[in-house]
């Protein structure tokens, strides 16, 4: 592999309809997944308010169900309506799929409305924690009841810092959970519903493209099917795990010393789809 400049590694180059179906393909199978686990999650959240026998649920089992979620969405939100400059996103690769004429139809109001309400969601839960700090100064304030509030004063306690431990949390609070929850998976299959609209229309687009044989017969329609296998540590997988690492440190340059030093091997071993030392 010939060497380049570090810089070209750090975007996606789309030059022409193939490469625009590939970027948001990736996008599309990532949603994808993340989508089936967020689902599979929503529905423990049911589960353990059917089989809830108090008015509290255990922190741990709360907590459990809730962080798996909160990290599917992160991921979802990464894939559809992140808005950082190195982000690629759909919110943000459509713009320019559409700019460049890959596209043709336009996003209707309401799925405009909702990428930038994710967008929001985004931003939120990738919030500076300074902003964490100055609401929770502003409610311990507008909390002061407004006979004291000319007399009263939040003080901090600095000395034993208190380190907050959730016991158990209102079972009202898995209800709520359970109810954004759903909301949130018709929001984003909404979305999915749309890339796959998108890249319909650009692989219709392409000339003397091959058809999928389907159950009944051939299809111009694309599919979307399961390959399952197993994840090893040695897979394709961690090879681009590990070179993406070295192109954000920009410490890739495309030569084959440059990806034999990074992508590590254990005992000598190499994949059977990647390149060997």
Same mark, same amino acid.
């Given at each position: 592999m010939a060497g380049g400049s570090r810089q070209q590694y750090k975007q996606f180059t789309i030059d022409n309809i193939e490469d625009a179906c590939l970027a948001l393909e990736t996008l599309i199978t990532n949603v994808i997944i993340n989508l089936r686990r967020y689902k599979k999650y929503s529905a423990e959240v049911v589960?353990?308010?059917?089989?809830?026998?108090?008015?509290?649920?255990?922190?741990?089992?709360?907590?459990?169900?809730?962080?798996?979620?909160?990290?599917?969405?992160?991921?979802?939100?990464?894939?559809?309506? #992140?808005?950082?400059?190195s982000s690629f996103s759909y919110i943000d690769l459509?713009?320019?799929?559409?700019?460049?004429?890959?596209?043709?139809?336009?996003?209707?109001?309401?799925?405009t409305r909702l990428l930038n309400e994710l967008l929001d969601v985004r931003n939120w839960t990738f919030h500076n924690p300074q902003s964490l700090m100055v609401a929770a100064k502003e409610a311990m304030e507008k909390n002061i009841p407004d006979a004291l509030k000319s007399i009263a004063k939040v003080t901090p306690q600095l000395n034993p810092i208190p380190v907050p431990v959730v016991d158990k949390y209102e079972l009202l609070m898995l209800a709520s959970l359970a109810i954004h929850t759903e909301e949130r998976i018709?929001?984003?299959?909404?979305?999915?519903?749309a890339m796959k609209t998108d890249y319909q229309e650009m692989y219709d687009s392409i000339e003397n493209k091959p058809f999928l044989l389907s159950p009944g017969g051939f299809s111009s329609t694309v599919q979307y099917i399961d390959r399952h296998g197993v994840s090893r540590l040695t897979d394709m997988s961690s090879d681009i795990s590990q070179i993406s690492m070295?192109?954000?440190?920009?410490?890739? #340059?495309?030569?084959?010393?440059?990806?034999?030093?990074?992508?590590?091997r254990f005992n000598g071993e190499s994949t059977e789809e990647g390149p060997s030392e």
């Open positions: 589960e353990l308010l059917k089989n809830a026998d108090s008015e509290y649920i255990p922190a741990d089992a709360y907590e459990a169900v809730n962080d798996k979620l909160l990290y599917r969405q992160h991921e979802i939100l990464k894939f559809t309506a #992140d808005h950082q400059s459509r713009k320019m799929l559409e700019k460049r004429g890959f596209l043709k139809n336009q996003l209707s109001e309401d799925m018709e929001q984003f299959g909404s979305v999915l519903q070295a192109i954000q440190k920009s410490k890739y #340059d495309g030569t084959d010393e440059k990806f034999k030093e990074w992508v590590v």
